[in-house]
């Protein structure tokens, strides 16, 4: 999933405990591993989540059930993102966790020659090269299988 910075940041410092999203289609279901992509200035897949309460349906009853929680970590910016979607999804964020080095998009390039960061986010499977070469050697790392 590609996060801006400040964004990707407040995750990982706990502060920010819900990520919208528009909806693109594919389904993002409780228990899932979301990988975090930190796109801008930074371009470097730096860690994950565990997705936990999955809210999804028209984006102004996304906010309003998102905002019903104590510290959503979620501003104005949050809402600008999702308005005007036909649907949009808040993901909790679960158990963030850096990993021991960011990998760049230059080095994942070097590994996957061509490698594109996706606009939103993409599933992930196992037998994905960038899963394969890059996340389960990461994950091994903190102790995540």
Same mark, same amino acid.
């Given at each position: 999933?590609?996060? /801006?910075?400040?964004?990707?940041?407040?995750?990982?410092?706990?502060?920010?405990?819900?990520?919208?999203? /528009?909806?693109?289609? =594919?389904?993002?279901?409780?228990?899932?591993? =979301?990988? =975090? $992509?930190?796109?801008? !200035?930074?371009?470097?897949?730096? %860690?994950?989540?565990? =997705?936990?309460?999955?809210?999804? %349906?028209?984006?102004?009853?996304?906010?309003?059930?998102?905002?019903?929680? @104590?510290?959503?970590?979620?501003?104005?910016?949050?809402?600008? $993102?999702?308005?005007?979607? !036909?649907?949009?999804?808040?993901?909790?964020?679960? !158990?963030?966790?850096? $990993?021991? /080095?960011?990998?760049?998009?230059?080095?994942? /390039?070097?590994?996957?020659?061509?490698?594109? @960061?996706?606009?939103? $986010?993409?599933?992930?499977?196992? %037998?994905? @090269?960038?899963?394969?070469?890059?996340?389960? @050697?990461?994950?091994?790392?903190?102790?995540?299988?």
């Amino acid at each position: 999933m590609s996060i /801006r910075p400040q964004f990707a940041f407040q995750i990982f410092r706990g502060v920010k405990k819900f990520e919208l999203r /528009r909806w693109i289609g =594919v389904p993002i279901e409780e228990g899932s591993i =979301v990988v =975090v $992509y930190v796109s801008g !200035n930074v371009r470097a897949i730096m %860690g994950e989540f565990k =997705v936990g309460k999955v809210i999804s %349906g028209r984006p102004e009853d996304v906010w309003r059930e998102v905002i019903r929680h @104590p510290s959503p970590g979620i501003d104005h910016d949050d809402w600008a $993102y999702i308005r005007g979607a !036909n649907k949009a999804l808040a993901l909790e964020v679960v !158990n963030a966790v850096l $990993y021991p /080095r960011k990998v760049t998009l230059e080095e994942l /390039r070097r590994v996957i020659p061509g490698w594109m @960061p996706p606009l939103s $986010y993409k599933v992930l499977r196992e %037998g994905d @090269p960038v899963y394969e070469l890059i996340i389960r @050697p990461l994950r091994r790392l903190i102790g995540r299988s």
